[in-house]
Each structure stands twice: as structure tokens, then as C-alpha cells.
């Protein structure tokens, strides 16, 4: 049975289960490892329905191993209640539990190639609730704002508004906390980021990492696991041993170096260490798949996709570069 059997089996079975009054399947395995939603109406698996149709198979094979992962999923809209609600539905009656992206802080990106986000710090207390509410009782694991707290710490947050923003972290951490099953990390840079921990310490607790199930680390970039545990460790250090997950999904073979554009769809890079629960590491709650290997960081170089597009060429080359 290929990938969509099962998907679908998977899926009558949890309906059916429903039906007879067994509630939602387990969203752990036999081991005990959470069970985290596979989207199937990704990008990537998108693409791999494209190549099969096509009959290119070795391409088809290389871009199964991102379609068959589950993948975050990245919430921008202007009303996510809609598209939260799905996805978390769907994900429960397939006894999965999605990883989310609260991504809409105002001022967002600083401007640069992910910009947008509320127009006012009103509207994203209205847009977090939204969010929260879409979520309800169902299980996820939400990833608050990438880049957030760090683009304070690198002072580009515009007009003096840090602890306009600092504020909102904290309120959307609490929000996102009264669901009842709702993991919620507060993301927290990556080891380029990190100079000194202790000044990332105070800030982080005034954004509700403490208040938080943890921080999320390494988000969309490329760092290994090696550093990315280290220099998370050194911030959980000074936040009395708090928990973190940590962005495997395309530091395979490490950050580039050297060069221009490191961040932005650096070549030579690899997917890196399978999404899972069972990291062997005390603090780290898991390895996570947050961005998702194929869709492009920025139009940074002449014809590449604008960010979140699919970017075939490199979809391949990370797959081939895992080896």
C-alpha cells in the first residue's frame, strides 16, 4: 500500500473509530513518540503526485522523502480560524498532531522578504485569539513567531516599538496556553544569533518563554544539531532549565559558511534528522521539521520563488544531498 492508502486507510479507520464512540485514535505510537500530522495536501506531496503523473521516478523518490514527513504548517492569514480549525480536525481524526506557525506579529520580518503580519498590535491580539479558538481542544504544537524576538534583539524592530512587541509574545504564549492541549514554543533565533545568552535571558522571559512549554531553536535555518543543542542549552541554562524543539529540517549538512546570502537558499545543503519526539537529549522535546524543505526563503538571487513558493531545484538537491 503506498503513501495515500495508508493516509486514507489511516483516516477511515479514525472515522469509524469515532462513529462506534472510541474517540479519536492515540496521537502517540508504540514507543510512545507523538505521531506528527503528515499534511496531504502539501506542497511537496504536490509535487510528488506531478513527478509520478510525469514518470519521472528518480526525481518522484527524492522528493518522497520530504512529502512523507510531516511538515509545519505556516498561518498567515488575515482570519486563520478557518484554515487552523481544518487542519487541526483533520489532524485528529488521523490520531496526528499538527505543528503550527503563528506568524502574523506586526512589522513582521522587519520589512524584508517575509513582510506583513497586523496592522496594529490590537488587531493581533484579535488574530491570535482567533487562532487559539480555531485550535480549541484538539492537540497541536504551536511555534510563536519566528524571528520575533530576535529581530528585538538585533534592534530592527521599528520605531521603538520592542516592548509593544515583547508584550504581544508574551500575551499570544498565554493565549495559545489556555487550550487545553496546545504545546507552545516561543522561538528564540538560532546559534548565529546567539553572542551572549544571559542578554537573551531577560527579554525571552518578558516574552513568555517560561510561561511557555519551551523555545523553539534553529528556526528556517541551517545549523547543526550539534550547535543548535549546544547554544539552546545555554539559553535554557538561564532560563532555569526550560525546554526547546529544534529545526532539523535542512541543516544536514550545516550552515554555508562563507559567502553571501548564507540564510537564503544557500547551495549544498541537506535535510537533516527525521521529525520525532525521541531526540536522546533531556531538554529537547524534538526535532521538528519547521520550515519545510523545498519552499524557497526569498527571491534573493535572479529567478528564485518569492518565500514559501515551491523551489524545485533546491527540493531536489536537499533530498540527493541526505545521502
Known sequence: MNRYGRAAAALAFALVATACGEGPPSTTDGSGATRFY?????????????????????????????????????????????????????????????VLVAYHIPDRDCGQFSAGGAASADEYRSWIGRFAEAVGDRPAWVVVEPDALAHILDSCTQGGRAAERLGLLREAVRTLKKQP??????????????????????????????????FAFNVSNFFTTEESVAAARRLSDGLGGAHYVIDTSRNGNGPLREGADTWCNPRGRALGAEPTTRTGHDRVDAFLWIKRPGESDGDCHRGEPRPGEWFSSYALELARNAG
Open 38 to 98: 503528515v499534511d496531504p495536501e502539501g506542497t511537496a506531496v504536490g509535487e510528488l503526485r506531478r513527478l509520478e503523473g510525469e514518470g519521472k521516478t528518480e526525481d518522484a523518490a527524492l522528493i518522497r522523502r520530504i512529502a512523507e514527513q510531516p511538515n509545519a504548517i505556516w498561518i498567515g492569514d488575515q482570519d486563520p480560524h478557518a484554515r487552523v480549525s481544518d487542519i487541526t480536525a483533520k489532524a485528529q481524526e488521523a490520531g496526528q498532531v499538527p
Open 181 to 214: 492541549n496546545t504545546k507552545v514554543y516561543l522561538d528564540a533565533g538560532n546559534a548565529g544569533w546567539i553572542q551572549n545568552a544571559d542578554e537573551w535571558a531577560e527579554p525571552m522571559r518578558q516574552a513568555g518563554a517560561t510561561e511557555a512549554d519551551g
